[in-house]
């Protein structure tokens, strides 16, 4: 489809568990995000890389680590489950803007729920 | 950081009628601002998007407009289909470049 998978696209946890959502790509490209989705609030950003193991902090990073040990995959860990982290994540690709745009493309997203 | 506000959060129209969704956004630096549309259960797709040095893009029955004076930015949608319905984000491009802040949403709903 278009180049991007997460994994799993369902997950039900116990709180305190630690979990983790992988992102791969087959685009080869630089950039990538993880959002998660709730209501009211759109998309709102949890951490990004900008390359291998390199990567930064968004606006709602606490309760959450990444790594990304290769240009394909990025991953995201509730290092231990809240309830207030039951949501949709969504992982997004983008390109090196000179060369393909600004443009994301999403991935179809995975849905957490803590119990 | 960037703070990007999008209003109205619902809108229904009526089959044929225009809708328009307005965002606004705080960093100057900002210059690129795409939307995107979600329809239920479904991942966020680029719909259009504009750069800062254009006032005005078009693709069929969708534009965007831009004032960056003022800065705020606009999705007009005409002749509105029942297939319209979704959710809209508006987003910015950091002036870091490196990542989208999007909006909170419209849901549009085209009423037959």
């Known amino acids: 489809d278009a180049g991007i998978t997460q994994s799993p696209r369902h997950k039900v946890t116990e709180t305190g568990t630690p979990v983790t959502l992988r992102c791969h790509q087959t685009?080869?490209?630089?950039?990538m995000y993880w959002y998660r989705q709730d209501p009211g609030h759109g998309l709102r950003l949890i951490h990004y890389?900008?390359?291998?193991?390199?990567?930064d902090k968004g606006e709602v990073s606490d309760g959450y680590s990444v790594s990304r040990s290769k240009t394909e995959d990025f991953l995201l860990t509730l290092e231990s489950a809240t309830s207030s982290q039951t949501s949709v994540y969504f992982c997004?690709?983008?390109?090196?803007?000179?060369?393909?745009?600004?443009?994301?493309?999403f991935g179809s997203g995975t849905r957490l729920t803590v119990v | 950081g960037e703070n990007v506000e999008q209003h109205p959060s619902t809108l229904s129209v009526q089959e044929g009628d225009s809708a328009v969704i307005k965002c606004t956004y705080s960093?100057?630096?900002?210059?690129?601002f795409p939307w995107y549309k979600q329809e239920l259960g479904k991942r966020p797709q680029l719909i259009i998007d504009?750069?800062?040095?254009?006032g005005e893009k078009k693709d069929q029955r969708i534009a965007v407009t831009l004032n960056k004076t003022a800065k705020h930015f606009s999705l007009h949608i005409t002749e509105t289909q029942p297939e319209d319905s979704a959710v809209y984000f508006c987003?910015?491009?950091?002036?870091?470049?490196?990542?989208?802040?999007f909006g909170s949403g419209t849901q549009l709903t085209v009423l037959p």
């Open positions: 997004a690709i983008r390109g090196d803007r000179d060369r393909e745009g600004y443009g994301y493309t």
């Open positions: 685009e080869n490209h630089r950039y």
């Open positions: 890389s900008y390359g291998v193991k390199d990567t």
């Open positions: 960093d100057s630096a900002s210059n690129y």
């Open positions: 504009i750069r800062s040095n254009v």
């Open positions: 987003a910015a491009l950091s002036g870091s470049a490196r990542q989208l802040t």
